[in-house]
């Protein structure tokens, strides 16, 4: 099917360009200059937005081809993640400049957002130097972050952040006490009474000074999908009654000054700054109260919530943001600082957790596509009259669809729609009572998918498409079945309806002439991603390009013949660096996609700097409790048998058994 393009330029240049494919796919918009399109058609990464430093992503894939490593494969570029952290650094530290702010600000990562070591290792390494620091949201979290924070610069009272949120246990608090003697600068956050009781308790078992924050339910309500996160109803934190408590309870103890640090969360992938700007002026306000009632606060947690444009359309929408990084910074940096002068309190160190603004970037899915499924747009005539010639009498559903199909002219689409439409819920109907045969019903399908392209085509010439043929994109769009889980890479697809950008990531100097959804490689109907990035328009098929016939290669004995097989056709996704690895799950037993690192060297040429190979069947099958040696011994005693009885070779159960082995130690994807 012929793709009805928004993009006008190429029809007026008479070709198409790299440029075209850039704006039909929305990279500029999304891709911040992170990634480009150069002039071969090729999509590239721009790790610090030089464009006189850039990677060729489809070159990337084909030298990794060269040693073994197959998609699907997610590739993680460190020196987008360094731009980003110092972009964000840079923002507030412009806003404050500007605004002659003195408290400082410090952003800290929620481990949560990726947990892969190698990103966490990388983000506490850069802490040390732009001020930066980590956040641990349960027990095992808290453990990995005080090992990173003692490899990452080491330990000391003026050490990077350790902020620590979510619920606590007895020994969740402990040990962050303990932590405070050994001289990290860690600041568990209180959630519930209780956790300041314990705080209290454990404080004065080690004779120690801790640094408490607390956080507090805002009357201001979060936006977007997890609004609910913020507010009076939020899962977490303590009501302003609550928190006056708290002060009275700390005041007893003599250790009010010990509480330093005020949190509240709006919300994750905030895309309103409004909404932002109302909760920080009502959180100050509470600071600067806390400050007047003698408690030691210092330090200004605003908690998550600056958001990633994954639809480039820079508006207040679900997959989108209205502002930027610089407006962000400016707005908090104001807020914070009008409200805090007019209370002559002193400016606190601004904190921030914006973990998915900080690794979103950083990671794209490289995944192939395994072939196609289409409704074709021209019936086979012979097969359908022969088909016709064989009936006792042809059913007249059918007969009015091969008339529909062709009479149809430009003046008659509607009709031809209208007619072809009743003609297939009549001949439907009349299969499912027994009055027509199989071979009439595939008459049937064909005539209607040919009919449906016929009128898609005619409307594109005349430049409208009416209201009743909007869903024809849709209904006819092909299904591109490529090698990869949805629930493994891209689960909150799956889970929430988040958009990810998708684009082809070669080829771009071609027009894409066919429509598609994605399907993945499990057996799950829900397996399938049916709605793309386009500027808040809801589209349900993305342009793809046709798959090119491989061309047989003489020398193999093994070349497929001419019509099977296609030359490698391979589709990027982008943005993933936040959530997806750690959410993923082993639905149909596929594991983890390798993963591999890249960076530009001096010489502006790319470079593995570390490959972590995804999971084998054999470790897959050990997630789930199997033991892979019960395993073995049960096909090795079950082939033997079959040997002994005759239904199998001894040459056909060697085979069996060496395929086994070796699939057990593959790749739980489809390999070459």
Same mark, same amino acid.
């Given at each position: 099917m012929a793709t009805i393009s928004s993009v006008k330029n190429a029809f007026l240049q008479g070709r198409w360009t790299p440029e075209d494919a850039s704006r039909l796919y929305g990279i500029a918009d999304w891709g911040k200059g992170y990634i480009g399109v150069n002039n071969a058609g090729h999509v590239t990464v721009l790790p610090t937005k030089d464009p006189a430093r850039q990677i060729d992503l489809h070159e990337v894939i084909q030298g990794l081809k060269e040693r073994g490593i197959h998609t699907p494969v997610l590739l993680r570029f460190n020196d987008i993640l360094e731009h980003r952290l110092r972009e964000i650094r840079k923002a507030f530290d412009d806003a404050m400049a500007d605004q002659a702010y003195v408290g400082g600000y410090s952003c800290v990562y929620p481990i949560k957002v990726n947990q892969q070591r190698h990103v966490c290792e990388q983000i506490a390494n850069l802490a040390v130097e732009l001020n930066f620091g980590l956040e641990a949201g349960s027990k095992p979290e808290l453990l990995a972050v005080l090992g990173l924070s003692a490899t990452a610069g080491g330990p000391g009272v003026n050490g990077m952040p350790i902020i620590c949120n979510g619920f606590k246990d007895s020994e969740f608090i402990e040990t962050c006490v303990l932590a405070t003697k050994l001289g990290r600068n860690i600041l568990p956050v209180v959630e519930k009474f209780s956790e300041l009781e314990l705080i209290v308790k454990h404080a004065k078992q080690y004779n120690v000074r801790p640094r408490i924050g607390i956080r507090v339910k805002l009357s201001s309500r979060g936006a977007g999908r997890w609004e609910s996160s913020a507010g009076v109803r939020s899962k977490f934190g303590l009501f302003v009654s609550e928190v006056l408590q708290a002060v009275? &309870?700390?005041?007893?103890? !003599?250790?009010? @000054?010990?509480?330093?640090?005020?949190?509240?969360?709006?919300?994750?992938?905030?895309? !309103?700054?409004?909404?932002?700007?109302?909760?920080?002026?009502?959180?100050?306000?509470? &600071?600067?109260?806390?400050?007047?009632?003698?408690?030691?606060?210092?330090?200004?947690?605003?908690?998550?919530?600056?958001?990633?444009?994954?639809?480039?359309?820079?508006?207040?929408?679900?997959?989108? $943001?209205?502002?930027?990084?610089?407006?962000?910074?400016?707005?908090?940096?104001?807020?914070?600082?009008?409200?805090?002068?007019?209370?002559?309190?002193?400016?606190?160190?601004?904190? +921030?957790?914006?973990?998915?603004?900080?690794?979103?970037?950083? +990671?794209?899915?490289?995944? !192939?596509?395994?072939?196609?499924?289409?409704?074709?747009?021209?019936?086979?005539?012979?097969? $359908?009259?022969?088909?016709?010639?064989?009936?006792?009498?042809?059913?007249?559903?059918?007969?009015?669809?091969?008339?529909?199909?062709?009479?149809?002219? !430009?003046?008659?689409?509607?009709?031809?729609?209208?007619?072809?439409?009743?003609?297939?819920?009549?001949?439907?109907?009349?299969? +499912?009572?027994? &009055?027509?045969?199989?071979?009439?019903?595939?008459?049937?399908?064909?005539?209607?998918?040919?009919?449906?392209?016929?009128?898609?085509?005619?409307?594109?010439?005349?430049?409208?498409?009416?209201?009743?043929?909007?869903?024809?994109?849709?209904?006819? +769009? @092909? $299904?591109?079945?490529?090698?990869?889980?949805?629930?493994?890479?891209?689960?909150?697809?799956?889970?929430?309806?988040?958009?990810?950008?998708?684009?082809?990531?070669?080829?771009?100097?071609?027009?894409?002439?066919?429509?598609?959804?994605?399907? @993945?490689?499990?057996?799950?109907?829900?397996?399938?991603?049916?709605?793309?990035? @386009?500027?808040?328009?809801?589209?349900?098929?993305?342009?793809?390009?046709?798959?090119?016939?491989?061309?047989?290669?003489?020398?193999?004995?093994?070349?497929?013949?001419?019509?099977?097989?296609?030359?490698?056709?391979?589709?990027?996704?982008?943005?993933?660096?936040?959530?997806?690895?750690?959410?993923?799950?082993?639905?149909?037993l596929l594991g983890d996609t390798h993963a591999v690192h890249i960076s530009l060297d001096s010489s502006n040429h790319w470079e593995i700097d570390e490959v972590i190979e995804g999971d084998t069947v054999e470790e897959v099958l050990s997630y789930v409790q199997y033991d892979v040696a019960d395993l073995k011994r049960a096909m090795r005693q079950d082939i033997e048998a079959a040997c002994r009885q005759g239904r199998l070779t001894f040459a056909e159960g060697k085979s069996l058994l060496k395929y086994y082995d070796d699939g057990l130690e593959g790749y739980t994807y489809l390999e070459e």
């Open positions: 009275e &309870y700390l005041k007893a103890h !003599d250790m009010l @000054d010990c509480l330093n640090l005020l949190h509240c969360h709006v919300g994750s992938q905030l895309y !309103d700054i409004r909404v932002l700007k109302n909760a920080i002026n009502e959180l100050t306000h509470i &600071y600067c109260e806390l400050h007047r009632l003698g408690a030691g606060v210092t330090m200004l947690d605003i908690g998550g919530g600056m958001g990633v444009d994954y639809d480039g359309s820079q508006s207040a929408w679900s997959s989108s $943001i209205n502002y930027s990084v610089q407006e962000y910074a400016a707005d908090v940096v104001y807020r914070v600082k009008s409200v805090c002068d007019d209370a002559k309190v002193p400016h606190p160190l601004i904190v +921030s957790e914006s973990g998915r603004a900080m690794v979103a970037y950083s +990671s794209i899915l490289v995944l !192939d596509v395994l072939g196609t499924s289409r409704f074709e747009a021209n019936p086979d005539m012979p097969a $359908i009259e022969k088909a016709m010639k064989a009936e006792t009498e042809v059913p007249q559903p059918v007969l009015d669809l091969l008339d529909t199909y062709r009479s149809m002219t !430009d003046r008659n689409l509607l009709e031809a729609y209208h007619d072809s439409t009743q003609a297939r819920d009549e001949a439907m109907s009349l299969f +499912s009572l027994g &009055y027509m045969s199989l071979p009439m019903r595939a008459a049937v399908e064909q005539l209607f998918w040919a009919i449906s392209h016929k009128l898609l085509e005619r409307a594109a010439k005349k430049g409208e498409l009416p209201e009743e043929f909007e869903s024809l994109p849709e209904s006819l +769009s @092909d $299904i591109y079945f490529c090698n990869f889980s949805l629930f493994q890479s891209m689960p909150d697809s799956w889970a929430i309806d988040q958009l990810f950008p998708i684009a082809p990531i070669h080829r771009l100097n071609e027009e894409p002439q066919r429509r598609g959804i994605l399907s @993945d490689i499990t057996c799950d109907s829900d397996g399938k991603v049916d709605h793309f990035v @386009d500027k808040r328009v809801d589209k349900k098929s993305l342009e793809l390009h046709e798959l090119r016939e491989a061309a047989p290669d003489p020398l193999a004995a093994s070349s497929l013949p001419k019509g099977h097989g296609h030359e490698p056709y391979y589709l990027g996704v982008f943005l993933l660096g936040a959530y997806q690895e750690i959410l993923g799950d082993l639905h149909n």
